[in-house]
């Protein structure tokens, strides 16, 4: 079976991109927990993101996702959280048969374009975008 979250993991958190710059090593399906183990409290730009709606449309085994991040800024500024969402979207666009050493990504394809906001439980401003995704 295909690791996606693994997958993702690695190729968004690889280092020398805009986006590793921004967020490092804070691309989670739970921002519970920072580097450190304590609690995260929006004091550092991070990415949250949500796979679902896994599919093998063929014998090759190739799994296609839908992937939500939530990209946050580290702050209640807006701006901050669309750099983060920008510098994902740059990541991903490069993303076709990108390799990793646990898998490879085929391609990465746009279904909504950003939202910025404000997150309703956190007040945290956040942009909100969701990919296509599909793996091998």
Request: proline letters at 1%; hydrophobic letters at 40%.
């Given at each position: 079976?295909?690791?996606?979250?693994?997958?993702?993991?690695?190729?968004?958190t690889t280092?020398?991109?805009?986006?590793?710059t921004?967020?490092?090593?804070?691309?989670r399906?739970?921002l519970?927990?920072?580097?450190g183990?304590?609690?995260?409290?929006?004091?550092?730009?991070a990415i949250?993101?949500?796979i679902?709606?896994?599919?093998?449309?063929?014998?090759?085994?190739?799994?296609t996702?839908?992937?939500?991040?939530?990209?946050?800024?580290?702050?209640?500024v807006?701006s901050?959280?669309?750099a983060?969402?920008s510098?994902?979207?740059d990541?991903?666009?490069?993303?076709?048969?990108?390799?990793?050493?646990?898998?490879?990504?085929?391609?990465?394809e746009?279904?909504?374009?950003?939202?910025?906001?404000?997150?309703?439980?956190?007040?945290w401003?956040?942009?909100?975008?969701t990919?296509r995704i599909?793996f091998?």
């Amino acid at each position: 079976m295909t690791n996606t979250s693994l997958i993702l993991w690695e190729f968004l958190t690889t280092s020398g991109t805009s986006l590793y710059t921004l967020v490092g090593k804070r691309i989670r399906t739970d921002l519970t927990k920072d580097d450190g183990g304590t609690f995260w409290k929006n004091s550092t730009a991070a990415i949250l993101y949500t796979i679902s709606g896994e599919t093998v449309p063929n014998a090759a085994q190739d799994v296609t996702s839908t992937v939500t991040f939530r990209c946050y800024s580290g702050s209640d500024v807006m701006s901050g959280a669309r750099a983060v969402y920008s510098a994902l979207h740059d990541r991903l666009r490069v993303a076709n048969n990108a390799v990793t050493t646990t898998g490879r990504i085929l391609n990465a394809e746009l279904v909504t374009a950003s939202q910025g906001g404000f997150d309703p439980d956190t007040g945290w401003a956040v942009y909100l975008v969701t990919y296509r995704i599909t793996f091998d």
